[in-house]
């Protein structure tokens, strides 16, 4: 049986000493790479649910007209990343809501549906879409480490072993780890005049079998229910 070390036993912000996959982070907007939103705690339950009482608030600020936040936080070594509606990012001590950094950005929808923790040249860092490229923040100072170019995307990624995997709104797009290199790009509409389909919610990694699940939308147009300005096959769309 595997065993599962305690977090005060290694650095785990490096993989320089042994690695475990903490069940009771919450890396990513799905919860992990299968998707399931499934945690491990069992310290509320259905017996005592209704004894929660607020901890503390952290104020995002004031919602305007047509700017909403649809990304939870993800957790990791008791700390909460999240964006506001600021165009920031955000790290909060998760026991007392109290701010350890804060990370400006001049994009709109920011991290709109999501941030990713995984590890970039063997250090745990926070993948950060924006309209404006993915970006790679330094988890313990908010530092940007790094940006894959021409990446304008509002989710996080896919981290496999070697590759990062980002999804455009027109196009899947492979960087290597190490380099930030594009090593390979698909298309999801056949040319520029026709409209295709984009990976919308989110997309899944099945580590095991090395595949990428990818939900897909309507074809792309504002009035996506209407199809007069959207001709074509609608390429891998309904």
């Known amino acids: 049986e595997k065993k599962v070390l305690k977090e005060n036993e290694y650095d785990i912000y490096s993989v320089k000493k042994p690695l475990v996959e903490f069940k009771n982070n919450w890396l990513r907007s799905h919860k992990n790479y299968e998707s399931n939103k499934f945690i491990y705690l069992d310290q509320i339950n259905k017996d005592n649910v209704n004894n929660l009482k607020k901890a503390w608030e952290y104020d995002l600020g004031t919602i305007k007209k047509n700017k909403n936040m649809d990304a939870n936080p993800v957790f990791f070594d008791n700390k909460l990343y999240f964006p506001n509606l600021k165009n920031e990012i955000i790290c909060l001590n998760a026991s007392n809501g109290l701010e350890i950094w804060k990370v400006k950005f001049g994009s709109n929808r920011l ?115 209407v199809g007069i300005n959207r001709p074509g096959d609608n390429l891998y769309s309904n």
């Open 111 to 225: 991290a709109y549906r999501g941030l990713h923790i995984d590890l970039f040249k063997d250090k745990y860092s926070l993948y950060v879409p924006t309209m404006r490229g993915v970006y790679i923040l330094d988890l313990q100072s908010g530092k940007k480490i790094f940006k894959f170019k021409k990446t304008k995307s509002i989710l996080p990624p896919v981290v496999t072993k070697d590759s990062v995997i980002i999804s455009t709104f027109s196009k899947l797009m492979s960087f290597d780890k190490k380099t930030g290199i594009r090593k390979w790009t698909i298309s999801t509409q056949k040319n520029s005049s026709e409209r295709g389909s984009s990976v919308w919610g989110g997309f899944s990694y099945d580590k095991k079998r090395n595949l990428i699940i990818l939900p897909v939308g309507s074809p792309r147009f504002i009035n996506d229910f």
